[in-house]
């Protein structure tokens, strides 16, 4: 999988350090990975699930502490993230 939005996740974990080492642990398990679809991604990720009115994928990471939302194109094997929230600032309605 290639990943976008890396500079995303720096400026996350400068913010909060303890959510450096699940984002470390996170991208280095989504590039290696080829998910060729949703279920493949709960397969690795259980806590993975897809927002009902934007499609995101929504991650939960660093033990519920915060969720990683982002697009994925299971065509081309590519994951945008596209912002990390705290619990408190997630709100799946949005999504």
Do not use: C
Not at 6 to 33: G, H, N, Y
Not at 40 to 50: G, I, N, Q, R, Y
Request: overall charge positive.
């Amino acid at each position: 999988m290639t990943i976008f939005g890396e500079a995303v996740v720096a400026r996350f974990a400068k913010k909060r350090a303890d959510s450096r080492v699940p984002l470390v642990r996170f991208l280095d398990l989504a590039r290696s990975a080829a998910w060729e679809h949703f279920p493949a991604v709960k397969e690795t990720l259980p806590s993975a699930d897809l927002g009902k009115r934007t499609g995101r994928l929504i991650i939960d990471i660093g033990g519920n502490k915060y969720r990683v939302i982002a697009a994925i194109n299971f065509e081309t094997q590519e994951l945008d993230i596209e912002r990390i929230l705290t619990h408190g600032e997630y709100n799946r309605e949005d999504l």
